[in-house]
């Protein structure tokens, strides 16, 4: 199998030292890139530049920073090559900055230099971003290239059972659905595995998701083709 793989997450920028990030190490994507990359996969891995990345055979490994960034990538590759499978495990930034206000004046967001930071107050507006997620089978098939199987993930913080199906639901456009809580994520990292809004499995730790994916997914390319 042909797998694209997101890992980590994006940086988005306010000025040259400045940035809005969230706590995604690319810890769990470096681990299931490198279990499938073992298990034959051919993978091609997206990770953030602040993140961990795998290494070993098999495996492409292209850096992003911003949500541009990944959308551009990913949009990219699913035009100029076929994939079986796109694991989107990528912690993406629902904002970006807009435009900051400091000390009587507006500014735009970017790297080209550092905001004074005499002022007492600054104000970032966030613009909200689109959601990769649905747009990752269309930019496969503009490309005239199959449309993969699409694996999503959510994370939730202590969310009640109700909402976290709500959330899941949420992802029409995935295949699969992989969620955890950071409410469990103490010591055992628990993944719960839904198809069609029903949980279909739970597994335990990264490398054991990895596996499961691959003979999820092997097993639906064989149906297919």
């Given at each position: ?35 499938l990359a073992g298990l ?73 230099a550092k905001l004074d ?29 199959q449309k993969p199987q ?76």
């Open positions: 199998m042909k797998i694209l793989l997101t890992s980590g997450g994006t940086r988005e920028p306010i000025d040259a030292a400045r940035f809005v990030t969230n706590l995604s190490t690319g810890n769990t994507g470096r681990i299931i890139a490198e279990a034959g996969c051919e993978v091609v891995c997206l990770a953030a530049a602040g993140g961990v990345k795998p290494a070993g055979v098999n495996l492409r490994v292209v850096e992003f920073s911003t949500f541009a960034d990944l959308n551009g990538a990913l949009r990219q590759f699913l035009r100029k090559e076929s994939f079986d499978a796109v694991i989107h495990l990528a912690a993406v930034s629902d904002y970006s900055p807009a435009r900051i206000e400091a000390g009587g004046r507006e500014y735009l967001p970017g790297l080209d930071s005499s002022p007492e107050e600054m104000r970032v507006t966030l613009r909200r971003n689109f959601k990769i997620l649905d747009r990752i089978k269309g930019y496969a098939a503009a490309g005239n290239r699409l694996v999503g993930f959510k994370l939730t913080s202590g969310a009640a059972p109700a909402k976290v199906l709500e959330k899941v639901n949420a992802l029409r456009s995935a295949d699969l659905v992989v969620h955890n809580d950071l409410a469990e994520m103490k010591g055992a990292h628990p993944f719960h595995i839904y198809k069609g809004g029903r949980r279909i499995a739970d597994i335990e730790g990264p490398a054991a998701l990895a596996g499961w994916l691959y003979k999820s997914l092997s097993r639906t390319e064989a149906l297919c083709c």
